[in-house]
């Protein structure tokens, strides 16, 4: 079992959709947990952290359950320009370590 | 101020042949990481350098060598290259080691090994 799951995808939505997507990990000690966002051929990059009481970044929100060990990421009135791969990504360690662990990411692909 | 930059972006290597992809970042960070990234496997730490001075190894480092040259700059060394190491190889820096600090990624070397 990996240590991070999600959903490969891909979510095909037309644009001003709302798609949300889950992502579990094994690691109950797991301390930090992010959202990269990945285009085509291009590098990740960090869309948001989530936060034990959830966070929200305009249409954007992350939702934390530890006691089920689950991520999610909520998109609401989804653009063109949101169609890329979406990486869960966790942090093994606490404290002193910042060893990230990375989902295979879930592709999301905006129609017009 | 241009972040992280790799080079090369392409490369293609014949089994045995060697070579090393570069990485330096302008942002003062003090920690360092190569990943790699095939398909529905996700992003693995190959090495790592928590600061100046240090390295260690992560979840995949047979095959390869590091080097933490300053502050600045994080080497890849590939010593006798196998078709297993085709991938994207992925540099990243951030300003600390510890916590929840954002890790920026450079745009990637993609190589293939024949």
């Known amino acids: 079992r990996k240590e991070v799951e999600q959903d490969p995808g891909p979510f095909n939505v037309p644009e001003g959709a709302t798609v949300a997507f889950n992502c579990t990990y094994s690691?109950?000690?797991?301390?930090?947990f992010f959202w990269y966002r990945q285009d085509c051929r291009k590098e990740p990059k960090l869309l948001m952290s989530?936060?034990?009481s959830g966070n929200e970044d305009g249409r954007f929100t992350a939702q934390l359950n530890r006691a089920s060990q689950y991520i999610s990421l909520l998109i609401r009135d989804s653009k063109l320009s949101d169609s890329a791969t979406y990486l869960c990504?966790?942090?093994?360690?606490?404290?002193?370590?910042?060893?990230?662990?990375f989902g295979t990411g879930t592709l999301l692909a905006v129609q017009p | 101020n241009a972040g992280v930059t790799q080079t090369p972006k392409f490369q293609v290597l014949k089994t045995g042949q060697s070579m090393t992809l570069q990485c330096a970042q302008d942002?003062?960070?003090?920690?360092m990481y190569w990943y790699r990234q095939d398909p529905g496997m996700g992003l693995r730490l190959i090495y790592y350098?928590?600061?100046?001075?240090?390295?260690d190894k992560g979840e995949v480092p047979n095959g390869y060598n590091v080097s933490r040259l300053n502050k600045r700059e994080f080497s890849l060394r590939l010593e006798s290259a196998a078709p297993s190491q085709t991938s994207v190889y992925f540099c990243?820096?951030?300003?600390?080691?510890?916590?929840?600090?954002?890790?920026?990624f450079g745009p990637g070397t993609r190589l293939t090994v024949l």
């Open positions: 990243a820096s951030s300003e600390s080691y510890g916590g929840t600090a954002e890790q920026f």
């Open positions: 350098s928590a600061s100046e001075g240090t390295t």
């Open positions: 942002m003062n960070h003090n920690s």
């Open positions: 990504v966790v942090n093994r360690g606490g404290g002193a370590t910042n060893k990230l662990i």
């Open positions: 989530v936060y034990s």
């Open positions: 690691n109950s000690a797991s301390q930090s």
